[in-house]
C-alpha cells in the first residue's frame, strides 16, 4: 500500500512564525502535492512538484513555498504564519502515468493564533 | 474552464435506503475520473479510478459509473460506516501532467 505520512496531525502557531510541513511518501511516486482544505471552498491547490528540485505554483502558491530535495520529501513553508492560513494542509503524492491517481496524507490541521 | 460539480452537497439516508450521487464534469479530454472517501479529520481515501465512457467499478456497496458528461456513484444498501463525505476529481487531456481537478463533495449521512 502506498503510504504518505506528514509530519504532525495538529498544529499550533503564533503569527509571524515561520511554519514547516513535511511529507513523505514510500512508493517511489514522481508527483508530490500541497492543498488546503477549507469548508466550502473544496481542495485547492498551493504547489506541486514532478521531480526533485523541480516545483510549480498551484492555484493559491501565495504566502506558500515548497522544498523537494529528496524524491520522497516535499515540504511546505509558510514564512510569516497569518491567521488566514489556518486550514488543514493535505499533501499527496502520484506516480507520474498518463492517468495518475493521487494518494494523500492524513493531513496536518494547523491553526494561527 | 475545466470545472467539476458534485451534487447533492448533503445527502442524508436511512440505512439501506439505495441512492446515488452526482459528478458533472467539463473539461477538455477526459484522462481520468476519480472518486474519493474522506472521514471527518482525516486525509481523502482513493476508492476508484474511471478511464472511458461506459466504464463502470465496484467496491462492497460502491458502484461507480462513467458518461461523457458525469459520474454517478451508487450506494446500494448503505450502513452507517458508509458516512462520510464523497469527493470526485477529473484529470484533464491539457494542462500540468498529474494535476487533478476536484469537486466540493458531497457528504453523506446514514442514520441506523
Known amino acids: 500500500d502506498v503510504k504518505v505520512t506528514q509530519s504532525s496531525r495538529y498544529l499550533v502557531k503564533r503569527t509571524g512564525e515561520k511554519v514547516f510541513l513535511e511529507c513523505v511518501q514510500d512508493m517511489d511516486h514522481e508527483n508530490m502535492f500541497w492543498y488546503r482544505q477549507d469548508p466550502g471552498l473544496g481542495l485547492r491547490l498551493i504547489y506541486f512538484?514532478?521531480?526533485?528540485?523541480?516545483?510549480e505554483k498551484g492555484d493559491i502558491p501565495e504566502g506558500y513555498s515548497v522544498s523537494r530535495e529528496k524524491k520522497e520529501r516535499f515540504s511546505l513553508i509558510l514564512e510569516s504564519a497569518s491567521t488566514n492560513q489556518t486550514s488543514m494542509y493535505l499533501c499527496a503524492s502520484s506516480p507520474g502515468r498518463e492517468v495518475d491517481e493521487q494518494f494523500f496524507g492524513p493531513g496536518t490541521r494547523l491553526t494561527v493564533l | 474552464e475545466d470545472q467539476v460539480t458534485q451534487s447533492p452537497e448533503a445527502l442524508r439516508l436511512q440505512e439501506g435506503e439505495s441512492s446515488s450521487l452526482n459528478c458533472s464534469y467539463t473539461?477538455?479530454?477526459?484522462?481520468?475520473l476519480f472518486w474519493y472517501r474522506q472521514d471527518p479529520g482525516k486525509g481523502p481515501e482513493f476508492l476508484f479510478t474511471?478511464?472511458?465512457a461506459g466504464e463502470e467499478k465496484e467496491k462492497e456497496r460502491l458502484k461507480a459509473t462513467l458518461t461523457k458528461k458525469e459520474s454517478f456513484l451508487h450506494i446500494t444498501a448503505p450502513k452507517p460506516e458508509d458516512s462520510a463525505t464523497y469527493l470526485c476529481?477529473?484529470?484533464?487531456?491539457?494542462?500540468?501532467?498529474?494535476?487533478?481537478?476536484f469537486g466540493k463533495g458531497t457528504k453523506l449521512s446514514v442514520k441506523p
Open positions: 474511471l478511464y472511458s
Open positions: 476529481a477529473v484529470q484533464a487531456g491539457g494542462g500540468s501532467q498529474g494535476n487533478l481537478i
Open positions: 512538484s514532478y521531480d526533485v528540485k523541480m516545483k
Open positions: 473539461v477538455s479530454g477526459l484522462r481520468g
